[in-house]
Nanobody, 111 residues
Framework: VQLVESGGGLVQPGGSLRLSCTVSGITFSLNAMGWYRQAPGKERELVARSTSGGFTSYADSVKGRFTISRDNARNTLYLQMNKLKPEDTAVYYC??????WGQGTRVTVSS
């Protein structure tokens, strides 16, 4: 199983980024998928989750700003992040089936 994230980078406060996670080795459409993040000195936390049926849930801190979506035909999970804040700075990880992890992509929100 392989999960490969991309799309991180440096962005100014108020800006946007879209993260992608391409998955191989599992039946993507049958698995719940999630985005987690870990800021320096903090524990990893759930940001957003999408069930196989398409139900989505979000951490309170990102509701209304982030959107998780999935393209089952491309085996790809997305995280659209808008109105970014400095406190969103972290390494973002893709998770599959509450078990498999990607290597992470760094997001830095700074002026």
């Amino acid at each position: 199983v392989q999960l490969v994230e991309s799309g991180g980078g440096l962005v100014q406060p108020g800006g946007s980024l879209r993260l992608s996670c391409t998955v191989s080795g599992i039946t993507f459409s049958l698995n719940a998928m999630g985005w987690y993040r870990q800021a320096p000195g903090k524990e990893r936390e759930l940001v957003a989750r999408s069930t196989s049926g398409g139900f989505t849930s979000y951490a309170d801190s990102v509701k209304g700003r982030f959107t998780i979506s999935r393209d089952n035909a491309r085996n790809t999970l997305y995280l659209q992040m808008n109105k970014l804040k400095p406190e969103d700075t972290a390494v973002y990880y893709c998770n599959s089936a509450d078990f498999y992890w990607g290597q992470g992509t760094r997001v830095t929100v700074s002026s």
